[in-house]
Nanobody, 117 residues
């Protein structure tokens, strides 16, 4: 099983930047992909970005392409989400996830990102 701990959320003005971190522990070798979703109260959890363990390919939601960058530090078992040019509509709780090779998915506790206009 994989455990995930997120950090880096907060309050920022529109146009600003934040970097989220997600540290993984446990069954690290079983992870096939990690990434981020976000959720606004009353809405479904939406995909933001993912990075594949084998090769490091990335993909992004259209709404964040060109503004957000996902990356990883394998030595630290940590995935990052660099968020630039933030908009008020980026306000949400951001959740880190890890998908294991056999299909199971683990989630972090979530971190609040608030972008003021």
């Amino acid at each position: 099983q994989v455990q995930l701990v997120e950090s880096g959320g907060g309050l920022v003005q529109a146009g600003g930047s934040l970097r989220l971190s997600c540290a993984a522990s446990g069954s690290i070798s079983s992870i096939s992909a990690m990434g981020w979703y976000r959720q606004v109260p009353g809405n479904e959890r939406d995909f933001v970005a993912t990075i594949i363990s084998d090769g490091g390919s990335t993909s992004y939601a259209d709404s964040v392409k060109g503004r957000f960058t996902i990356s990883r530090d394998n030595a630290k078992n940590t995935v990052y989400l660099q968020m630039n040019s933030l908009k008020p509509e980026d306000t949400a709780v951001y959740y880190c996830y890890a998908r294991e090779k056999y299909g199971s998915v683990s989630w972090g506790q979530g971190t609040q990102v608030t972008v003021s206009s």
